[in-house]
C-alpha cells in the first residue's frame, strides 16, 4: 500500500467522529484542512456540489450535510458563530468526487471514502436483512419479563405452589394454541423438550404471549383473584382475545411456523452488531 494513502487513510480515521447513537461524521473544516483547501469559501462550494450530487441520486442532501454553527473564540473575550458541517461517509465522498482529481490528497480521499462507504453500506445492507431477527430478539426479552410479572401477581395473590403457576400459564396457551399444549406444541415445531417452547415461536406469536401475560398479571391484581381456578380463567379469557386477534389478521397462532432458536439468532445478531461498531 501506498505509504502516503496509509498517512491519510490514518488522518481521516482519526478525524472521524460519533454521536451517541453511534453515527459516523466528520466535520467540514477539520476535512477541508486535511484535503488542502485554504479557504472556507472554496471549500463550501465544493460541499454544495456535493449536496446537489446526492439530491441527484434520490438521497435527502440533510441526511447527509448537517449543517453546524459553533461559538468560536476571536480575542479579547468575544465570540462569533463559525458554520460547519457534520458530514456522513457518503456525504464525504461525494465532496472528493467533486474535487480537483489532480489533487493526488484529493484522490486518495476518493479512494478511502469509496471503499469505506461501500464497505458499510454492505454490512449495514446485511443488517437490514437481520431486522426481522432483531425485533424477534427484542419480543423474546420482553416475554420473558412480562411472564415473570404474571407469576408475581399470580404468588402475591396467594398461589405460591410453582406447579399451580405453571399450570395456569400452560392452561392459558392451551387456549391460544387451539386446544395445543405445550408438549403437542414442541412436537409440532420440532422444538427439543429441554428447551423452552418460546425460543422457537414466531415474533407474531410473541407478542400475542406478551399481551395476554400481561393483561392477566394486570387484571389479576385488579379483580383481586386469590384461587388458582380464577386466576386460570382470567388467562385464559385474555389468551382466547389474542387467539381471536390473530385468527382475524389471517393466521392462528399454532399455524405459524417454527423458527430458528433464539440462541442461535442472538449471536448471529451480536456478530453484526459488533462489525458495524456496537451498532443497536
Same mark, same amino acid.
Given at each position: 500500500?501506498?505509504?502516503?494513502?496509509?498517512?491519510?487513510?490514518?488522518?481521516?480515521?482519526?478525524?472521524?467522529?460519533? @454521536? %451517541?447513537?453511534?453515527?459516523?461524521?466528520?466535520?467540514?473544516? @477539520?476535512? #477541508?484542512?486535511?484535503?488542502?483547501?485554504?479557504?472556507?469559501?472554496?471549500?463550501?462550494?465544493?460541499?454544495?456540489?456535493?449536496?446537489?450530487?446526492?439530491?441527484?441520486?434520490?438521497?435527502?442532501?440533510?441526511?447527509?450535510?448537517?449543517?453546524?454553527?459553533?461559538?468560536?473564540?476571536?480575542?479579547?473575550?468575544?465570540?462569533?458563530?463559525? &458554520?460547519? +458541517?457534520?458530514?456522513?461517509?457518503?456525504?464525504?465522498?461525494?465532496?472528493?468526487? !467533486?474535487?480537483?482529481? =489532480?489533487?493526488?490528497?484529493?484522490?486518495?480521499?476518493?479512494? +478511502?471514502?469509496?471503499?469505506?462507504?461501500?464497505?458499510?453500506?454492505?454490512?449495514?445492507?446485511?443488517?437490514? %436483512?437481520?431486522?426481522?431477527?432483531?425485533?424477534?430478539?427484542?419480543?423474546?426479552?420482553?416475554?420473558?419479563?412480562?411472564?415473570?410479572?404474571?407469576? &408475581?401477581?399470580?404468588?402475591?395473590?396467594?398461589?405460591?405452589?410453582?406447579?399451580?403457576?405453571?399450570?395456569?400459564?400452560?392452561?392459558?396457551?392451551?387456549?391460544?394454541?387451539?386446544? !395445543?399444549?405445550?408438549? #403437542?406444541?414442541? %412436537?409440532?415445531?420440532?422444538?427439543?423438550?429441554? =428447551?423452552?417452547?418460546?425460543?422457537?415461536?414466531?415474533?407474531?406469536?410473541?407478542?400475542?404471549?406478551?399481551?395476554?401475560?400481561?393483561?392477566?398479571?394486570? !387484571?389479576?391484581?385488579?379483580?383481586?383473584?386469590?384461587?388458582?381456578?380464577?386466576?386460570?380463567?382470567?388467562? #385464559?379469557?385474555? !389468551?382466547?382475545?389474542?387467539?381471536?386477534?390473530?385468527?382475524?389478521?389471517?393466521?392462528?397462532?399454532?399455524?405459524?411456523?417454527?423458527?430458528?432458536?433464539? &440462541?442461535?439468532? %442472538?449471536?448471529?445478531?451480536?456478530?453484526?452488531? #459488533?462489525?458495524?461498531?456496537?451498532?443497536?
Amino acid at each position: 500500500m501506498d505509504n502516503d494513502f496509509q498517512q491519510y487513510r490514518i488522518a481521516f480515521e482519526e478525524a472521524k467522529q460519533s @454521536t %451517541e447513537e453511534l453515527f459516523e461524521y466528520w466535520e467540514a473544516r @477539520t476535512l #477541508q484542512k486535511l484535503l488542502g483547501y485554504p479557504a472556507w469559501r472554496s471549500f463550501e462550494t465544493l460541499i454544495k456540489k456535493a449536496m446537489t450530487n446526492c439530491r441527484k441520486t434520490g438521497q435527502k442532501d440533510s441526511d447527509h450535510f448537517v449543517v453546524d454553527y459553533k461559538m468560536v473564540q476571536i480575542g479579547s473575550g468575544a465570540k462569533r458563530k463559525l &458554520k460547519d +458541517y457534520a458530514l456522513s461517509r457518503y456525504a464525504c465522498y461525494l465532496i472528493a468526487l !467533486n474535487g480537483n482529481p =489532480r489533487n493526488k490528497v484529493i484522490a486518495y480521499a476518493k479512494d +478511502y471514502f469509496a471503499t469505506e462507504t461501500r464497505k458499510m453500506e454492505n454490512l449495514r445492507a446485511r443488517l437490514t %436483512e437481520h431486522q426481522a431477527d432483531l425485533e424477534r430478539i427484542d419480543a423474546r426479552k420482553t416475554l420473558t419479563q412480562a411472564e415473570r410479572q404474571l407469576s &408475581k401477581s399470580i404468588h402475591s395473590q396467594g398461589v405460591t405452589d410453582g406447579r399451580a403457576i405453571a399450570r395456569i400459564r400452560s392452561k392459558g396457551d392451551k387456549v391460544l394454541f387451539g386446544g !395445543n399444549n405445550t408438549h #403437542q406444541m414442541k %412436537e409440532r415445531l420440532e422444538v427439543p423438550k429441554s =428447551r423452552p417452547l418460546a425460543d422457537f415461536l414466531h415474533t407474531a406469536v410473541l407478542g400475542l404471549k406478551i399481551f395476554s401475560s400481561g393483561a392477566s398479571a394486570h !387484571n389479576i391484581r385488579q379483580k383481586d383473584l386469590k384461587s388458582e381456578r380464577a386466576m386460570t380463567s382470567e388467562h #385464559q379469557i385474555n !389468551n382466547r382475545i389474542a387467539r381471536k386477534a390473530a385468527i382475524s389478521a389471517g393466521t392462528a397462532p399454532e399455524d405459524y411456523p417454527g423458527q430458528e432458536d433464539i &440462541k442461535k439468532v %442472538e449471536k448471529k445478531a451480536g456478530f453484526w452488531r #459488533q462489525l458495524l461498531g456496537g451498532e443497536e
